[in-house]
């Protein structure tokens, strides 16, 4: 070890990798400082005497939680600053790191200059730990990042992070942060910096109880922020900075740009009373909470003298306990109390004889065992806040929104045990749904011939039906026991069926049919022929009626209980993407509406105005739905309110947009369908791209409707050259009606056709009514609609 | 959805029953992707007891096709009904696929 020189002319580095010691120690001597060098972490202790007023380690070395907690408690006044290499490093580890305790990170590479702007940049005397004073304070991070948008959601996720530390900031704050902040990010990424690698992009965050600011810097030109309209106004529609600052200016308290643009600095309060904000309060952490609870203690049931300090930043120490008793400066032998961010003194007076300095030392190992006990304690908790917090927002969105799916799962799973129990062939379970007073398919296991999903109960020629009206077993080879109708559809003999009601009996011992279950068929050569066993049977459908009523339960309380909140918030968030139509009156007459099938979904719409009058309008599907798809679709959504402005050849946005969510897509296996059509209403034609959306008609006066077909497969599935065009002519007073499979499944071509009956009926309404028609036909046709349903109409001249 | 595997020659075929949906895709996946390892390559997904797939039922066909295609094999469709037939052409994903009428067609030249 070279130069060891006490108080803060020295630096300790930690790494293995000759090269970057080397660069390291370049850098530090350059600021007059003098370097020491050590390989690892494990005996860090050895190095506690010299009193660094730098800690540069190496991320590479992947540091514990333990060895930054050590770091910070053999060096509190040390500046502790990881070392990365963003060509090279994980961000996970960075992040890892500056939660731990790590108080800066730096790029590689490090020169003296760059580390002397940024210990001028804490602003604070050197060695001081920034926002380290006490934890439970501030919080203050950089970063340096490339130019990579991989590296958003882990940012995010680490200021989310912090924010929820204080336990100010409620789920809402929380969900606005994440998607404030990933904007920022992603347009200093892909706008700013252009998506080249090599440019980094600065964040430095500041994160108290009361506010979380962020600066995001890229090393772009910047752009014009001053004419950044009112985001609700026509222009800011068309302004060049998209939806993504749409979206950030509606969502953070405030934001601010500098001269040039390059810069954004993001302003979100937490959920604190704004007026606690004015008053000094300042939070006590909860480990000199706990201290000072145990002094009390120990003073009550002893009769002995304990005092407690906390050293401030400037070495004097302040009396925090008891509280009664001010002693400005302590006497004596001082015992010191260590935490990552403060250290405690304590001082015991024994208060009789009987309490000898050996007591006085026992009561001191008594209160240090507490603390530590107390830190881990609060680590703990952080921890199982961090995994209920990741749980809360996110999975358990996606989960709870599969737990339809989970029905499904459950119901699928108990009919092929009764397939394999009683060697029937087929077997179906259906739900009965008191609002439309019909049973509906819930499952079904074998071979299918059922084009069916839904029969009222009053209908008479169903075996279902009639088994749950009457509550009874119905068996098809007993023709006599039917009545005349369902006799005559089956014929002289019918193949095996059974149908049993399936009831569920209440914990009051009440019981009420909840659905039936269908035996059809017998299999050759099955082994149990349990079939016609009345009493299996029925056991059985008793077991299915109380599972079905077990998981519909647990469903209800699920939405109840747990997802209304976030879901709700996250549907109004979705809802605030698309566009306001009314924006569009003067020029068009245009309506759209967005069923999603869960809470959220992966439909979307967008209108455009364009230069020379142009209008563009665009209808998207991303495959599945629920939260994940609704990531992709606001992704999406950014994505082409900036790159609409750029272009008016569809195919070009559509390669535009391939290249943004080509990544994402293809590591989630969604893909994405979407129509963009830019109408010139001065040429009278409209040029379009169409990636694999089935639904796309114009309608010219009295013609039958004429499908705009795809000209290329949907967005997403791989890189097969580019996306084609096509060019029709587009007369006033043309209709254009996109919309998606959601109103068409599962039967494409008999619903479509109905979807397309209703349009051409009302053709002559307005676009609002044509909608609505669209919705209701689709509702006539019954049957279940498991995606989300979305229906865009546009004429560019008002009706006739 | 039920699922069931046969071999002929060195052709997988896997004859798909019921709905391919969201809720169970995956488990086609699971068992093709395991066929793919165990040195399979020609795959054939047989669709004449299926009435629907979803969009993430195609999702699935898309990256299983692709998966088998990195490793030098094929994936081809048959029998799919009117209205899945629709859905490929309308949505261009038929040229993406060989999809062929009838099995024993899938099987010419494969």
Same mark, same amino acid.
């Given at each position: 070890m070279q130069g060891r020189q006490a108080g803060s002319g020295s630096a300790l580095i930690v790494t293995q990798q000759p090269d970057l010691a080397t660069e390291l120690t370049r850098a530090v001597e350059g600021l007059g400082f003098a370097a020491s060098v050590i390989s690892a972490l494990d005996h860090i202790e050895a190095h506690a005497d010299a009193r660094p007023a730098l800690v540069l380690t190496d991320i590479a070395l992947r540091p514990t939680l333990e060895q930054w907690t050590s770091l910070a408690q053999l060096f509190p006044r040390s500046a502790l600053w990881a070392v990365a290499d963003p060509t090279d490093s994980n961000i996970r580890d960075v992040a890892y790191a500056l939660k731990a305790g790590c108080h800066d990170c730096l790029s590689l590479p490090v020169t003296s200059e760059q580390l002397g702007k940024k210990l001028e940049g804490i602003g604070r005397p050197l060695g001081v730990k920034p926002g380290e004073l006490d934890r439970y304070m501030s919080n203050e991070i950089n970063l340096e990042l490339p130019s990579d948008l991989s590296i958003i959601e882990h940012v995010v996720r680490l200021l989310a992070g912090c924010c929820r530390d204080y336990r100010s900031y409620g789920p809402r704050k929380l969900v606005s942060l994440r998607i404030a902040l990933s904007e920022a990010l992603s347009n200093a990424i892909q706008?700013?910096?252009?998506?080249?690698?090599?440019k980094l992009v600065r964040l430095r965050a500041s994160v108290n109880a009361w506010t979380c600011r962020v600066q995001v810097t890229d090393e772009g030109p910047g752009f014009?922020?001053?004419?950044? #309209?009112? #985001?609700?106004?026509?222009e800011a529609i068309e302004s060049s900075g998209g939806r993504g600052l749409f979206l950030l200016t509606q969502l953070a308290d405030d934001v601010a740009f500098n001269e040039t643009g390059n810069s954004v600095t993001v302003t979100l309060n937490s959920d604190?009373?704004?007026?606690?904000?004015?008053?000094?309060i300042r939070p006590v952490s909860s480990d000199a909470e706990a201290l000072i609870g145990l002094v009390e203690r120990v003073r009550l049931g002893t009769d002995a003298d304990i005092h407690l300090w906390a050293e401030n930043l400037d070495g004097s120490l302040e009396h925090i306990a008891p509280e009664d008793q001010a002693l400005a400066q302590p006497d004596g032998t001082l015992h010191w109390l260590r935490t990552p961010g403060i250290r405690y003194a304590v001082q015991v007076w024994p208060a009789n004889e009987e309490c000898s300095e050996r007591w006085a030392e026992f009561t001191r190992d008594l209160l240090d065992e507490a603390l530590t006990y107390e830190m881990r304690l609060a680590e703990s908790r952080r921890e199982l806040a961090e995994r209920q917090e990741e749980i809360e927002l996110l999975h358990s969105i996606t989960e709870t929104l599969g737990a339809v799916d989970r029905l499904e799962d459950a119901t699928s799973q108990i009919l092929k045990g009764v397939l394999r129990v009683t060697g029937a062939e087929r077997a179906s379970l259906w739900v009965y749904e008191p609002d439309t007073e019909s049973l509906v398919l819930a499952a079904s296991e074998g071979p299918s011939r059922r084009p069916a999903n839904r029969v009222s109960i009053s209908s008479p020629f169903s075996v279902s039906a009639l088994a749950f009206r009457e509550n009874r077993t119905v068996r098809l080879d007993e023709l006599d026991a039917l009545p005349p109708e369902l006799a005559a559809r089956f014929g002289e003999r019918p193949e095996p069926w059974v149908a049993v009601p399936v009831t569920y009996t209440s914990p009051d011992g009440s019981s009420r049919p909840v659905g039936v279950l269908n035996l059809i068929g017998r299999r050759s050569g099955a082994l149990v022929s349990g079939f016609g066993e009345a009493r299996l049977l029925m056991t059985l459908a008793r077991q299915i009626g109380n599972s079905l009523e077990n998981l519909r339960l647990l469903e209800e309380i699920l939405s109840r209980e747990r997802v209304i909140g976030e879901l709700e918030l996250a549907y109004e968030l979705q809802m605030k993407l698309l566009p306001d139509l009314r924006l569009f009156d003067e020029v068009a007459d245009v309506a759209a509406r967005c069923v999603p099938a869960r809470p959220v979904g992966g439909d979307f719409y967008q209108l455009f105005k364009l230069s020379d009058g142009k209008i563009g309008a665009m209808l998207g599907d991303v495959t599945s739905h629920g939260f994940g798809a609704s990531l992709i679709m606001a992704l999406s959504m950014s994505v082409m309110g900036i790159y609409a402005r750029e272009t008016t050849s569809p195919g070009e946005l559509l390669r535009a947009i391939h290249g943004a969510l080509i990544q994402k897509l293809e590591s989630t296996e969604m893909f994405m369908t979407v129509f963009y059509g830019v109408i010139d209403p001065a040429r009278r034609m409209m040029t379009y791209a169409n990636a694999g959306h089935a639904h796309s008609f114009r309608i010219h006066g009295d013609e039958p409707p004429q499908r705009l077909r795809a000209t290329s497969p949907p967005l997403g599935i791989a890189d097969f050259g580019g996306y084609d065009e096509a060019s029709i002519p587009w007369e006033p007073g043309d209709l254009l009606c996109l919309f998606t499979d959601g109103l068409t499944n599962p039967t494409l071509r008999t619903n479509e056709r109905a979807v397309l009956e209703a349009i051409e009926a009302h053709r002559a309404l307005s676009a609002p009514r044509i909608v609505d028609a669209i919705f209701e036909a689709r509702q006539e046709q019954?049957?279940?609609? #498991?995606d989300d349903q979305t229906a865009f109409v546009l004429r560019l001249e008002r009706s006739r | 959805m039920n699922f069931e595997v046969q071999r002929q020659s060195d052709i997988t075929i896997v004859e798909v029953t019921g709905q391919l949906i969201v809720g169970n895709r995956q488990e086609l996946k699971d068992n093709v992707l395991g066929l793919l390892d165990e040195g399979s390559r020609k795959f054939l997904i047989d669709f004449?007891?299926?009435?629907y797939i979803d969009s993430s039922g195609l999702g699935v066909l898309v990256s299983l096709s692709k998966k088998i295609r990195e490793k030098g094999g094929e994936m081809r469709l048959s029998n799919l009904n009117e209205d899945l037939r629709t859905l490929f052409e309308l949505t261009k994903l038929d040229t993406l696929f060989l999809i062929a009428d009838s099995r024993d067609q899938a099987l010419e030249g494969f």
């Open positions: 706008y700013g910096n252009r998506g080249d690698r090599s014009d922020h001053s004419r950044l #309209p009112d #985001p609700t106004s026509t604190w009373e704004a007026a606690v904000v004015g008053e000094s019954g049957g279940e609609a #498991p | 004449s007891d299926t009435a």
